[in-house]
């Protein structure tokens, strides 16, 4: 399935035990949705499109503009003003021609999210707020599939992974997000990236994990973050992990589950 040219682009990663040639091939035939182009889904994007992932998904409508440059490395200075799906796009086909790029230069919401997730294999999810971020897990739960969302703050960032639709060896489901958050903070409580600030290669490093989890999701290899909060401390560069369980009170894979579509989201 790889091509002579593909064997000596991926030839680092044909090497490891835990990759090698299926591995590779299992990269070039999955496809991979990135919720958003900016802080945290341009490494991811740029990480993915170098290991080959064979089809890569953005869901951004928003432009570039000149604060975003300081992290948001998949964006350059002539992108000012362009749709950042359309620089994504030349950035990735200058990466790697071998990935097929599907921009998506619209806001997700609760009419288009099981659409646009159902068409994917994995989802990361890359959004600065927690309706976007209640919504995509809500609607990988219906559409049966795995979710890395992670989140960015000033100086911390926190990774996790997602698999509410599936069950574990007890045959009890996973985790929801809203196990590990069950509400959103109250709003003005959690200021925007805009007021607070953000570490720009903070953003580099929790976005490059967020695609090594994806990859490790698609090979197979290693322990992945189901049940596991990944917690980043740059202040202290401090990387601690926090177990977490299935609720079963949660409101979407709980023992009385009373969200059963996404309409629990139309405002």
Known sequence: MLSPDELERYARHIVLRDVGGPGQ????RASVLVIGAGGLGAPALMYL???????????DD??????NLQRQVIHTTPDIGRHKVESAAERIAALNPHV???????WLNVDNALNLIGDYDLVLDGSDNFSTRYLVSDACFFA??????AALGTFDGSLTTIRAHETNEAREFNPTYRCLFPE?????TVPACAEAGVMGALAGVLGSMMALEAIREIVGFGDGLVG????IDARAMR???LRYSRDPANPLNGDGPVITDLSVHRT
């Open 100 to 106: 097929r790029f599907v921009g998506h230069a619209t």
């Open 25 to 28: 091939a299992a990269l070039k």
């Open 49 to 59: 499109a170098a290991a080959g992932v064979g089809t890569l998904g953005v869901v």
């Open 184 to 188: 959103a903070p109250p709003p003005g």
């Open 144 to 149: 049966k599939r795995p979710l890395i969302t």
């Open 62 to 67: 928003d432009v570039v503009s000149l604060s």
């Open 239 to 241: 990387f601690e992990t």
């Open 228 to 231: 596991r909060l990944l917690m």
